[in-house]
């Protein structure tokens, strides 16, 4: 069999006016990216609205949610919200699911995280094939009968698993399309993700290469290679000590992730930006010319990644690094 091209996608924040996805999701499908994404991230608009948008503006990329999670958001509600974008786009959904950051700030326990993924895609296959037989869970079920009354597009869609840990990806080993890492530009974590995922795939007697890995991350890319670097070393500034521990094959400096970590919770994201190296910078972003940016984005692809997700910001501004991005680097990969 002959192997699967690697996919570009285009990762967005769910942070912009009505009309704007539209036009960006335009843009993207006519430069050729194959996926487009939103976040889940806690408090921005809910990513079924920009998706909806984008749906209707395009017909051949596949969209999704990266990540929706199951403590605020019921499955059945999952189940029927992937189950409309499936419809407004004609067959082209799939659903990312993900155990949800931050979620403290409101309220909200994650108690058997991945007990709870796992049967939240348990009840949302259940409900789009239809299946009107009950459904019983240590988490979630669904009582007999219970069934979406409305038409669905697929009695399927593809799932995408966002995970870091072995345990995660040993779930979307057993029952995942796709793992994303998300926050990693990182070659070196491919062959880590896929040991992990392996242990899962074995245990059901999975190929281990049905399981795409897909990597992501903030992405700036300006013709002023300088210039998109220094805004990139800000944007991972503030997520760097979330992502730093994850990653088994980075070693950062003694006190970096401290010290970045105090300025930013001072506010001051630039200054702590200007503190990272360009090589940790390289391991958990895209940045630069448009030469850069596809050289790093090219390593993955010789890694064996299934899809390289460009990630907000895009560029100095959304509309130019969108149009970068498609004119610029994605005719320099080879894939």
């Avoid at 082209?92 to 049967?119: I, N, S």
Wanted: glycine content about 12%.
């Amino acid at each position: 069999m002959p192997a699967l091209r690697c996919e570009i996608g285009l990762g967005l924040q769910s942070d912009k006016p009505a009309g704007t996805y539209a036009r960006l999701a335009r843009s993207a499908e006519a430069a050729g990216f194959d996926v487009l994404t939103v976040f889940g991230d806690l408090m921005y608009q809910p990513p079924i609205f920009p998706l909806l948008e984008m749906a209707g503006a395009t017909s051949r990329v596949r969209l999704g949610p990266a990540c929706l999670n199951p403590f605020s958001m019921a499955p059945y509600e999952i189940a029927g919200q992937i189950a409309a974008l499936d419809l407004a786009s004609h067959g082209r959904a799939y659903l990312g699911l993900a155990r949800g950051t931050w979620l403290g700030a409101v309220g909200l326990d994650q108690p058997r995280p991945l007990t709870a993924l796992e049967e939240t895609a348990a009840v949302v296959s259940h409900l789009l094939r239809g299946d009107p037989g009950a459904y019983a869970g240590r988490v979630f079920s669904l009582a007999a009968g219970t069934l979406l009354r409305y038409e669905r597009q697929r009695p399927a869609v593809p799932l995408l698993i966002g995970a870091w840990g072995a345990q995660g990806a040993a779930l979307a080993g057993r029952i995942a399309d796709e793992i994303k890492v998300g926050g990693s530009a990182n070659p070196d974590m491919v062959p880590v993700i896929r040991s992990r995922v392996q242990v899962g795939s074995d245990a059901v007697g999975r190929d281990v290469d049905e399981v795409g890995i897909v990597l992501g991350a903030v992405t700036v890319v300006d013709t002023d290679g300088e210039a998109a670097r220094a805004k990139a070393r800000t944007e991972v500034a503030m997520y760097l000590a979330v992502v730093a521990d994850l990653d088994p094959t980075v070693t950062l400096p003694d006190g970096l992730v401290a010290e970045v970590g105090k300025l930013v919770a001072a506010g001051e994201d630039a200054a702590a930006g200007k503190l990272i190296p360009d090589d940790v910078l390289d391991r958990f972003a895209f940045s630069g010319t448009p030469e850069q940016v596809a050289a790093q984005a090219q390593k993955l692809i010789d890694a064996g990644v299934r899809r390289v997700e460009f990630g907000t910001p895009h560029g100095l501004t959304d509309d130019r690094g969108v149009e970068l991005l498609g004119a610029e680097v994605l005719p320099l990969l080879s894939r």
